[in-house]
């Protein structure tokens, strides 16, 4: 933002009793980048009015556009002002002078272009965001914009190009079709391109407002879904393998905030797994404001296991273990569902059998985003979203322990009711909850 302050008002407003009816700080933009800056506060019992006047020349903003939210209703208000805080707490400390909403959209204002590659990251991982892009925002003169494409546009960058206007403000006095012409013409003499309306190489923007023209080139596409937060909060079970990060990322996609719950075997074995896991929660905490990492002991509950029960039950009885642990930790933290990364079939203890024999023991809805998914398609998500490299580290996994050969893959309830009978199940879960250890993870965007 290339701006200039043009005068600074202070003064007294009246004493104690409210002489403003108006409390509070906001700003006031007006075309041609003039704006002025109002506080209204008390002080020592004074109230007191500071009013700034500035004009802030040619303004880049970051445009964030939504695609579901656009269909919520009376409640979109309620998420656009959830997604805009989001973006807000996630572009903390990367130069954005202020968050604004407009209509369907919401914009971010850089104090400098050079920080856009920096703001490109944290707006793509705001779930809710469905495309952005960097824009320039004028005055309503076309003067101005012609200026600006001389500047921007090189000749011979590229063959065709097309213009795209959407007239807002329906005062303009030119059309949108006419406005495309006009300016089609002046970029086909500037840069000898010629005009491809189904396949260009590139697409010229214009959206005329009543604060001014914005001026863009390139969409960037983001992933869309609802703000984290938005749906409430669930607990992710987290192994170190490649399925569960991915579930995750699907549920926070949907507007769910995430806790992370993670079952080691420490120190039967090493500590690997748990280092995988915090990494992981780290990676996925680029999407929410702070994440939560629980540490559950599940050594104590395996030797019991081992020693009082067959070996092709071990699997499921651990699960039942694990998901009794998991549900007292999401109740405590406030999460309304538990998450895993299981697909049906895709290892003996995820037979649709064993799932209900498993899912007997939670009162919680559990949540598995990848039920239907192959193997293949899970492991292409997980490329994508980057968790795989840290997935596929070597570990040592609390389910590998003393695993049989033929695990049983068509459970019955009653077998295992009776298996679990001989166990101290109460004592064990709360040994298990008594020894968690609860890890910390502020976004890596926390300004
Ligand atoms: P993943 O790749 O997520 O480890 P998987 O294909 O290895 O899955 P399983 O090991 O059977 O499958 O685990 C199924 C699900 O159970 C996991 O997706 C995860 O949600 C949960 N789970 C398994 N092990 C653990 C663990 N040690 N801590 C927390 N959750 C676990
Ligand atoms: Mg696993």
């Not at 170190?240 to 995750?248: E, F, M, R, Y």
Request: proline letters at 6%; glycine letters at 12%.
């Amino acid at each position: 933002m290339t701006g200039r302050l043009l005068g600074v008002v202070g003064g007294l407003l009246g004493g104690t009793r409210p002489a403003w009816p108006w409390r509070g700080r906001g700003f006031f933009d007006f075309p041609g980048g003039w704006g002025f800056w109002v506080w209204v506060g008390v002080v020592g019992g004074v109230q007191l009015g500071l009013l700034v006047v500035y004009n802030g020349g040619v303004k880049t903003h970051v445009i964030v556009k939504t695609h579901e939210l656009a269909l919520k209703g009376k409640n979109r208000p309620w998420f656009m002002r959830r997604l805009a805080e989001n973006l807000r707490l996630a572009t903390g400390g990367a130069g954005v002078s202020r968050v604004w909403q407009g209509q369907l959209m919401i914009g971010l204002t850089l104090e400098d272009e050079s920080r856009w590659a920096e703001v490109r990251e944290r707006v793509r991982d705001c779930f809710g965001v469905a495309k952005f892009f960097l824009a320039y925002e004028f005055p309503q003169d076309l003067g101005l914009i012609r200026d600006a494409l001389r500047e921007r546009l090189a000749p011979g960058g590229f063959g065709s190009f097309r213009m795209v206007t959407n007239r807002g403000d329906k005062r303009f006095p030119m059309t949108s079709p006419e406005v495309n012409r006009e300016m089609g013409r002046f970029v086909e003499g500037l840069t000898g391109a010629r005009v491809d309306l189904s396949n260009p190489e590139l697409s010229i923007y214009l959206d005329i407002q009543a604060r001014g023209i914005l001026l863009y080139f390139d969409e960037t596409p983001a992933y869309g879904g609802l703000p984290v937060g938005a749906s409430g909060r669930v607990a992710v079970m987290l192994s170190g393998g490649i399925d569960s990060p991915v579930a995750a990322w699907h549920m926070m996609k949907r507007g769910c905030s995430a806790l992370f719950v993670h079952f080691h075997s420490y120190p039967l074995v090493d500590r690997s797994s748990i280092e995988k896991a915090s990494e992981l929660a780290q990676l996925l905490g680029r999407h929410q404001r702070h994440s939560e990492l629980f540490l559950a002991p599940l050594s104590e509950i395996q030797k019991r296991v081992i020693v009082e029960t067959p070996p092709s039950y071990r699997v499921l009885l651990y699960r039942r273990f694990m998901l009794r642990i998991a549900e007292a930790l999401a109740q405590g933290a406030g999460a309304k569902a538990i998450v895993t990364g299981e697909s049906c079939g895709q290892v003996s203890s995820q037979t649709l059998d064993n799932i209900a024999v498993v899912d007997r023991v939670a009162v919680m809805p559990v949540l598995r985003p990848l039920i239907g998914l192959n193997k293949e398609e899970i492991v292409g998500m997980a490329r994508n979203i980057g968790t795989f490299p840290i997935s596929i580290q070597p570990d040592q996994d609390c389910c590998s322990l003393f695993v049989p050969k033929h695990p049983e893959t068509r459970a019955r309830l009653p077998v295992v009711e009776r298996l679990e009978a001989g166990l101290p199940v109460a004592e064990l879960v709360a040994e298990s909850l008594a020894g968690v250890v609860r890890e910390q993870i502020p976004s890596p965007y926390a300004g």
